[in-house]
C-alpha cells in the first residue's frame, strides 16, 4: 500500500477544504458590510392630505416712487446773491422767498422814475389848465400825457424787475440741493436751489402686454413701500404706457399720496399688489412633490400603505406650490418629501 501517496490525496483534499472554508468566510464577510436592499422593508416617507384650498393668486409689481414735482430754480435776470434764505432740507412752501438778490441800484432807478411822474403830472395839470383857457396849444398837452404814460411803464418795469431779484418758491417742497452760496453770481439759466415735492408721489411699475388688461385708468390700488411694508398707500392710475420699453414691457404710473410725515422718499421701492375679487378653491401641492417622466407630471400616491406613480395634470404654479387642474382628489394622500429609494409598490412608513 502506496502510503505517501494516501497521505498527499489527504492533504491537498485538506487544503481544498480550507480554501473552501476561507473563501465561504470571505463571503460571508463582504457581505455583512455591504446594505442589502429589502423591497419589502417599508420606507419612511412624510406625507400630506389633499384638501381643497382657496388659491390667493394675488399678484405683486415692483416699481420705484419718485417725486410728484421736483425742479431746479434759476434767476430771471442776473444779479449778484445778497442772502440765501434756505439751507438743504427746508421746507418751503409756495411764494417763499428762497434768494435775495442785489437791488439797490433799481431801487435808485425807480427812485428816479417816480420823481419824473411827478414832474409829469404837475405838467398835465398845468398844461390841462391852460390849453382851456386857449393859452398853449393842445399838442403840449398830449405830449406831457404821453410822457406820463411812458415814465409809468418805466416805473412798472422797474417795479416788476426789482420783484424778480426775491427768488420765490414755485410749490411747496424740500429744498434737496442748494447750488450756490451767498456772494455768488445769478444769471438766467444757471440753477441755484433744487426743491423736490415729495406730499404726492409718481409709483411707476413695467407690467407685460398680458396683464395690460389689469389697470384702467383713474382706479385706485394698493400699494406698498418696502422699507415700510405696514403703511398701506392708495395709488390712482394716471398714465398707461402706450408704447412698450426695451423689456417688453409697459410702464404704468400711479398717484400716491405720502403719508403726513412724508415718511416715503424719493427712490425707495415698492410693490402695487393685485388681488382676484372671487377666491378659487382649488387643489394646491407643493411643487417639490412632483416629478416628470418624458414631460408628464406625477406624483407617489399612497395606496394601502404602497406608494402608488399616479399622473397629474397641473395648471399653473403660485409661489412654491402648483395647482393641480386633473388626477388627485380631495383626501388623496400624497408623499412630498423621502423620494431617494422610493419605487412603484413600495411599502411606505409615515415620518
Not at 242 to 263: C, D, R, W, Y
Not at 320 to 336: A, F, H, R, W, Y
Request: no cysteine; glycine share 8%.
Amino acid at each position: 500500500m502506496n502510503w505517501k501517496k494516501i497521505i498527499g490525496i489527504i492533504a491537498l483534499i485538506a487544503v481544498i477544504a480550507l480554501v473552501f472554508f476561507k473563501l465561504k468566510n470571505n463571503k460571508e464577510t463582504t457581505e455583512s458590510k455591504v446594505y442589502q436592499y429589502d423591497k419589502e422593508k417599508p420606507i419612511a416617507v412624510s406625507v400630506d392630505t389633499i384638501r381643497l384650498q382657496s388659491i390667493d393668486d394675488a399678484k405683486t409689481y415692483t416699481g420705484t416712487f419718485e417725486p410728484n414735482k421736483e425742479t431746479k430754480i434759476s434767476a430771471d435776470i442776473q444779479g449778484k446773491i445778497n442772502a440765501v434764505l434756505v439751507d438743504v432740507g427746508s421746507e418751503v412752501s409756495k411764494g417763499q422767498t428762497l434768494i435775495q438778490l442785489d437791488n439797490s441800484l433799481l431801487k435808485l432807478q425807480l427812485q428816479s422814475v417816480e420823481v419824473q411822474i411827478e414832474g409829469l403830472e404837475d405838467d398835465v395839470k398845468r398844461y390841462t389848465i391852460l390849453t382851456e383857457a386857449d393859452a398853449v396849444q393842445g399838442v403840449q398837452l398830449e405830449k406831457a400825457k404821453l410822457g406820463l404814460k411812458t415814465a409809468k411803464v418805466q416805473k412798472a418795469t422797474l417795479l416788476e424787475q426789482i420783484s424778480k431779484t426775491s427768488i420765490k418758491a414755485p410749490f411747496n417742497g424740500i429744498v434737496t440741493a442748494k447750488l450756490n452760496e451767498e456772494g455768488g453770481f445769478a444769471a438766467p439759466g444757471v440753477p441755484l436751489l433744487q426743491i423736490t415735492d415729495i406730499s404726492t408721489l409718481r409709483f411707476t411699475v413695467n407690467v407685460p402686454e398680458n396683464d395690460l388688461v389689469k389697470f384702467q385708468n383713474n382706479q385706485t390700488y394698493k400699494i406698498n413701500a418696502d422699507v415700510y411694508p405696514d403703511i398701506s398707500l392708495s395709488g390712482k392710475v394716471s398714465m398707461i404706457g402706450s408704447k412698450a420699453n426695451m423689456g417688453n414691457s409697459f410702464p404704468i404710473q400711479f398717484q400716491v399720496a405720502n403719508t403726513k410725515n412724508l415718511s416715503i422718499k424719493s427712490g425707495m421701492f415698492g410693490k402695487v399688489n393685485l388681488s382676484e375679487s372671487e377666491q378659487e378653491q382649488g387643489i394646491l401641492i407643493p411643487t417639490s412633490a412632483i416629478m416628470e417622466e418624458n414631460g408628464i407630471a406625477k406624483v407617489y400616491l399612497i395606496k394601502n400603505g404602497k406608494a402608488v406613480l399616479q399622473t397629474i395634470i397641473t395648471s399653473r404654479n403660485i409661489g412654491n406650490k402648483t395647482l393641480v387642474s386633473g388626477g388627485l382628489n380631495e383626501n388623496d394622500v400624497i408623499v412630498i418629501n423621502g423620494f431617494i429609494n422610493l419605487f412603484d409598490g413600495a411599502n411606505i412608513t409615515t415620518k
